[in-house]
C-alpha cells in the first residue's frame, strides 16, 4: 500500500515569498493533517481536514497561512507571504477517520532566507 | 498551557540492551497515547499506542507503560538495535472524541552504539 505522498521535498524561498506544498494521503484516508515541525522540536497540528471540510484550524497563522482540500483527497498547504520564522519540516498526515491512527509522509523542509 | 514532555533529550544505548524512553503528560483528560518513531528526512512512524483504561500493552520488541497516578508514560525498547537509532515522540490525544487531536512532546534522541 502507498504511503502518504509529499512534494516537493525540499524548498528555499526567500522571506516575502510565496510557496505551496502538495500532499496525496493513503487511499480511502478520510482525514488529513497539516504539522509544522520547527528543527529540534515534535510537530504541531497546523489544520486538520474530514473529506473536505475544515474540522480544526486554530493553529494556523491565517493572516499568511490557508490550505485546501477541494475535491477531498489531495490537499495544498500555501504560505503567503513567507517569514524567517516559518523554516521548518510540514508534515502531512492521513488516518481512515477522526479516531484512527495516523500515519505521516516524508514532510518538505522549508528554508526561508 | 497543559503539553506533553519528555525528561531526557538524548539517550545512548549500547547494542543489544535494553532503552527505555520517559514521557511526563499533564493533562489528565488525555485517553489516547501514541509513541513515534522518527529517522532522519523522514516523518513519524507510529510504533504503537495505549488507551488510558490500560496500564501495558506490548508489541513487536517495545512495552508502553502507563502510569496515570503520576502522569508518566514509557517506552520500553528490548535487545536495541542500530536501526533503533532515531527520535522518539509521545503525542497525547486531548479530545478523541472530537476528532483525534494529537499534541507531542519535544522528542528524545536515540544513539545505539555497536
Known amino acids: 500500500e502507498a504511503g502518504v505522498a509529499q512534494s516537493p521535498r525540499y524548498k528555499i524561498i526567500e522571506k516575502r515569498q510565496s510557496v505551496a506544498f502538495w500532499c496525496n494521503p493513503i487511499?480511502?484516508?478520510?482525514?488529513l493533517y497539516w504539522y509544522q515541525q520547527i528543527l529540534g522540536q515534535g510537530p504541531k497540528l497546523l489544520i486538520q481536514?474530514?473529506?473536505?471540510?475544515?474540522?480544526?484550524d486554530s493553529q494556523l497563522p491565517k493572516d499568511r497561512f490557508s490550505a485546501e482540500r477541494l475535491k477531498g483527497v489531495d490537499s495544498t498547504l500555501k504560505i503567503q507571504p513567507a517569514k524567517l520564522e516559518d523554516s521548518a519540516v510540514y508534515l502531512c498526515?492521513?488516518?481512515?477517520?477522526?479516531?484512527?491512527?495516523?500515519?505521516f509522509g516524508p514532510g518538505t523542509r522549508l528554508t526561508v532566507l | 498551557g497543559e503539553s506533553v514532555g519528555l525528561h531526557l533529550p538524548t539517550l545512548s544505548v549500547q547494542e543489544g540492551d535494553n532503552s527505555i524512553i520517559n514521557c511526563a503528560y499533564s493533562?489528565?483528560?488525555?485517553?489516547?497515547f501514541i509513541w513515534y518513531k522518527q529517522e532522519s528526512g523522514k516523518g513519524p512512524q507510529f510504533i504503537i499506542d495505549?488507551?488510558?483504561?490500560?496500564d501495558k500493552r506490548q508489541g513487536q520488541r517495545v512495552t508502553v507503560l502507563l502510569n496515570k497516578t503520576v502522569k508518566h508514560l514509557s517506552l520500553q525498547i528490548a535487545a536495541t538495535q542500530p536501526g533503533d537509532s532515531a527520535v522518539y515522540f509521545c503525542?497525547?490525544?486531548?479530545?478523541?472524541?472530537?476528532?483525534?487531536?494529537?499534541?507531542f512532546g519535544g522528542g528524545t534522541r536515540v544513539l545505539v552504539k555497536p
Open positions: 498526515a492521513s488516518s481512515i477517520g477522526p479516531g484512527d491512527t495516523q500515519y
Open positions: 487511499s480511502g484516508h478520510a482525514t
Open positions: 481536514f474530514q473529506n473536505n471540510g475544515v474540522v480544526d
Open positions: 493533562n489528565s483528560a488525555s485517553d489516547y
Open positions: 495505549i488507551r488510558s483504561n490500560m
Open positions: 503525542a497525547e490525544n486531548m479530545d478523541r472524541a472530537a476528532g483525534n487531536k494529537l499534541t
